[in-house]
């Protein structure tokens, strides 16, 4: 079967989350927004004029009739399918709390550049955002980035991995993350990065799995840009 | 088993979505951080120095010696045990999915009140809460609400629920949201309930649960205040 993720064409957003796991399991999947005609399937679905439970906003995944939202929800659903989670239930949920983690640090990295409102534009909430990024910076980063670098530690030994001995959709998404971050704040991530040797470590040794490798280089990979979560105005990072 | 709540004293806040359910199982629990030495105790998990992992932020639930954070990620742990979810996978996938919707509408009004740091006080950003709130109450509420009303439509028969036919653990926390809405936007949601008759429903019907309404006229039960997430201050609400 052949899985549909729903997701906005032209920003990696939050369906990368979702895509990673996919790209280095292997699986069949379509980008369905990125197809003909698929923009408009997608929103049709949101419409929630069918039976069952419709998705408010994307990524949304379909495998047959069955739909799940929310990039944490969609990785736990999707975890032991592909082999990137734990197979017991502690270790599901626990990989599953460590996603929800990586969500909420998600919603406070948007916000640097929407603290007003998702609907009015960056430069119409620019001096907000100035305040919201500088809080950012000095309080939140270093919360979060400290967080997931001491569960590395903790939980490493040869290879760096978030839980267990073995690749989960956690190692995937740290990746993603420091990506981003490198992205959307280069001065404070150059100056941050000596501070988290091991989710350097862990960035490094994901981009060289093969089938990830492969996934960066293809068109598949959509780029970071001024319209997605991870965004790079100069003004926001520090020099 | 007793389970173990954690959460900050003094405030409803993320723990009430978890409360409510434990309480209308009747489940066997210990509120932890209201316990002599509790917040010690809760502070000591969080330092992230024992074996697996500590989890960033409250609440969390201890079951034995297995930890999971984040109030939906506690909820779908405890939906089986508890009696209040779907017992087949989609349905419980679904059923969190929804509850991860809840999960973003509250981050969205907590932030009516913090729009630049959680860090800093309300004085402090009051200015930027004003055009949050704004912003809020004008596109963000009647579009989750909105979202959660055609959802009991579709759903609802004769009782009112939000998946399925019977009580789940997103009927108790849509009460919840709903109670705290009123809490903090009095004047907004005078005006809006009309639009949202079967949120106003399930509402009550919650409210006449015996357990829940034993709950509500407990101890047990913390007011809203000025220090949670649902913040009742007059000039952000509409008159």
Not at 180 to 206: I, K
Not at 216 to 237: C, K, M
């Amino acid at each position: 079967m052949t899985y549909e993720l729903y997701y906005w064409d032209g920003i990696p957003g939050r369906g990368e989350f979702v895509r990673l796991a996919l790209e280095q399991a292997g699986a069949d999947y379509v980008d369905v927004a990125r197809t003909d005609g698929g923009m408009a399937r997608m929103m049709a679905m949101m419409k929630n004029k069918t039976a069952g439970v419709a998705p408010l906003a994307p990524p949304f995944l379909r495998d047959g009739e069955f739909l799940v939202s929310h990039a944490a929800n969609i990785l736990l659903y999707l975890g032991n399918r592909l082999g990137l989670a734990p197979e017991d239930e502690a270790g599901r949920i626990t990989a599953h709390g460590l996603q929800l983690t990586i969500t909420d640090f998600v919603a406070e990295i948007h916000d640097t550049h929407h603290p007003i409102g998702v609907s009015l534009y960056y430069e119409d909430q620019k001096d907000e955002a100035l305040r919201r990024a500088e809080n950012f910076l000095e309080e939140r980063l270093p919360k979060f980035l400290g967080y997931f670098e001491r569960q590395l530690t903790k939980n490493s030994h040869r290879q760096v991995h978030a839980l267990g001995g073995t690749l989960t959709y956690v190692d995937l998404s740290l990746f993603h993350l420091v990506e981003g971050l490198r992205y959307a704040f280069p001065g404070a991530m150059t100056a941050a990065e000596p501070d988290y040797p091991l989710l350097v470590a862990l960035n490094a040794q994901v981009s060289h799995l093969p089938r990830i490798k492969a996934y960066l280089a293809s068109e598949r990979r959509l780029a970071f840009n001024e319209q997605g979560i991870f965004r790079h105005y100069p003004e926001l990072d520090r020099s």
